[in-house]
């Protein structure tokens, strides 16, 4: 899998057509974790870049220690 190319896949010009429905994968719970993820992986084909129903989602992250978990806290805090 080349990720750094599956990094890059443009939301605004991408064929959503072509993108995996995450809606629709489905993973053996009873599996373990490592191949949960290997299963994952394989039918979501890009794990930056997928449907989620009619929505396109693109996932990036920041180059940063701070974890999502801490970002969310804070971000709740101001709500």
Same mark, same amino acid.
């Given at each position: =899998?080349?990720? =750094?190319?599956? *990094?890059? @896949?443009?939301? $605004?010009? @991408?064929? &959503?057509?072509? +993108? #995996?429905? /995450?809606?629709?994968?489905? /993973?053996?719970?009873? +599996?373990?974790?490592?191949?949960?993820? !290997? !299963?994952? +992986? *394989?039918? @979501? *084909?890009?794990?930056? $870049?997928? &449907?989620?129903?009619? #929505?396109? @989602?693109?996932?990036?992250?920041?180059?940063?220690?701070?974890?999502?978990?801490?970002?969310?806290? &804070?971000?709740?805090?101001? /709500?």
């Amino acid at each position: =899998m080349d990720f =750094m190319k599956m *990094k890059q @896949v443009d939301v $605004c010009t @991408v064929d &959503r057509e072509s +993108l #995996v429905d /995450i809606t629709k994968i489905q /993973i053996d719970q009873n +599996l373990p974790k490592e191949q949960r993820l !290997e !299963e994952f +992986l *394989k039918q @979501v *084909k890009n794990p930056y $870049c997928y &449907r989620c129903g009619k #929505v396109v @989602v693109k996932v990036s992250f920041s180059d940063t220690e701070t974890t999502l978990e801490e970002c969310l806290e &804070r971000y709740l805090k101001t /709500i």
